[in-house]
């Protein structure tokens, strides 16, 4: 959650008796993503009627998939489910989750939005752009109108912490492990209250780091292009010499004009390309955390953790030290 102090209390009149009717030990972990508003203060205020709640506050505003990272890694339970707090997507699906997962004995359940009504025209023309394009490049495991409202056994979130990616895309990452899965589908509701942290400049960065980070085809097109390049400046060269053999030589200024931006224009975009890519390499060499921890109220951490990284995430004796059916 980042600044949601004006959805908590909705959040919380919804999601307690949600878990408390499931009738299994639980805990919430709520990561608070650096917010600026009074989210921490409200959350230390609920935390003191509710024992199964569990605070992890992050020294900065990290962004979603690594404010969710921080969570991943940290929680304990048998089964995990990640859930925004604008309540966009219903709590309440959180038991037929379970016992679909206990039933099938499945390793994943995602919350499929079935109707997304509540959405803006242009968000849904978006989604549905970036859902396509992905199961494009990174396969039709990755499930259509999918979002980041899931249940995952212990045995996938082992597996997730495992991994070395640092720009995390959990949509796809999730999907890519192979584990038996199902779905529950719902209708997407808006935010209940406040405005969206998730802006259309976010969204970009999220298919970005989606396409560089599953698929090599952006090097490949550039590759297509560099072709398609040759084969038009092939042809402009044969115009060329036939417009000098005919000795008009001064038409041929447009397209020796055209040329030169369309080869400009691709250069500029393979070189975009390959920017991309070396600066996921450049992360990755880096190994900066993706997140610090400023506390946690499970065992009263006050100081900053680096627990981002992926060795850090593979330690157990970073974990909390309690153990939970749920």
């Not at 409202?149 to 912490?161: P, Q, Y």
Request: glycine share 10%.
């Amino acid at each position: 959650m980042y600044n949601e102090e004006e959805a908590l209390p909705a959040l919380v009149g919804r999601l307690r008796p949600v878990l408390d009717g499931l009738g299994v030990p639980y805990e919430l972990v709520a990561v608070d993503d650096g917010s600026a508003d009074r989210t921490a203060e409200l959350l230390a205020a609920f935390r003191l009627g509710w024992p199964e709640l569990r605070v992890i506050g992050l020294r900065r505003n990290s962004g979603h998939q690594a404010a969710l990272t921080a969570g991943l890694d940290r929680a304990v339970g048998a089964y995990v489910v990640s859930l925004d707090a604008d309540l966009q997507d219903p709590p309440e699906k959180i038991p037929e989750m379970l016992a679909l997962a206990r039933g099938e004995g499945l390793d994943i359940v995602y919350g499929i939005r079935a109707d997304r009504a509540s959405d803006s025209e242009f968000k849904r023309w978006t989604a549905g752009l970036y859902y396509r394009l992905v199961r494009r490049l990174a396969g039709p495991s990755v499930p259509a109108q999918a979002g980041d409202f899931r249940l995952l056994s212990r045995a996938v979130v082992d597996a997730l912490k495992e991994l070395p990616d640092q720009q995390r895309v959990y949509r796809l990452l999730v999907p890519w492990l192979g584990f038996p899965s199902g779905q529950v589908t719902y209708e997407r509701a808006p935010r209940t209250a406040g405005s969206s942290e998730y802006p259309l400049g976010r969204m970009i960065r999220l298919a970005v780091d989606s396409i560089t980070g599953f698929s090599a085809a952006p090097l490949r097109l550039a590759t297509w292009l560099g072709g398609i390049a040759f084969v038009v400046c092939i042809g402009l060269m044969g115009y060329t010499l036939t417009a000098h053999a005919l000795e008009r030589t001064v038409p041929g200024w447009t397209s020796l004009f055209i040329g030169v931006l369309f080869i400009g224009a691709v250069q500029l975009i393979c070189v975009g390309m390959l920017g991309e890519y070396v600066a996921r390499i450049y992360t990755v060499v880096q190994n900066r955390p993706s997140y610090f921890v400023r506390h946690d109220t499970a065992h009263g951490d006050t100081h900053g953790d680096t627990h981002g990284t992926a060795r850090d995430r593979a330690d157990p004796s970073r974990v909390a030290p309690r153990h939970s059916p749920w």
